[in-house]
């Protein structure tokens, strides 16, 4: 069984910068993506960015990119999400996922994390 445990939500301002943390243990698969995809009131849950575990292959959603990266610490069985410029629109709740193939659809992952809120206020 694979647990992912997100850390390093907040309030920031617009502008302002945070570091997202995703922990993964457990099981999982010889080879995987993790995904991080993110939630605001009354919205879908809409796909941010993603890497492959073992290429450390990037993919970023149009609106994020160029103001968050997505990285990985293979000891430390961790993906981060490095947000910067911040804006109130990216206020949401933030999740990390795994799943076997790169998708931007939620469904295609298996595993999730509880998940940890964003705030940037204006």
Not at 40 to 65: L, M
Not at 103 to 117: A, C, F, L
Request: hydrophobic fraction near 35%; charge should be positive; charged fraction near 15%.
């Amino acid at each position: 069984q694979v647990q992912l445990v997100e850390s390093g939500g907040g309030l920031v301002q617009a502008g302002g910068s945070l570091r997202l943390s995703c922990a993964n243990s457990g099981r999982t698969f010889s080879d995987y993506v993790m995904g991080w995809f993110r939630q605001a009131p009354g919205k879908e849950r809409e796909f941010v960015a993603a890497i492959r575990w073992s290429s450390g292959f990037t993919y970023y959603a149009d609106s994020v990119k160029g103001r968050f990266t997505i990285s990985r610490v293979n000891a430390k069985n961790t993906v981060y999400l490095q947000m910067n410029s911040l804006k109130p629109e990216d206020t949401a709740v933030y999740y990390c996922a795994q799943g076997i193939y790169y998708s931007g659809s939620p469904n295609e992952y298996v595993y999730w994390g509880q998940g940890t809120q964003v705030t940037v206020s204006t």
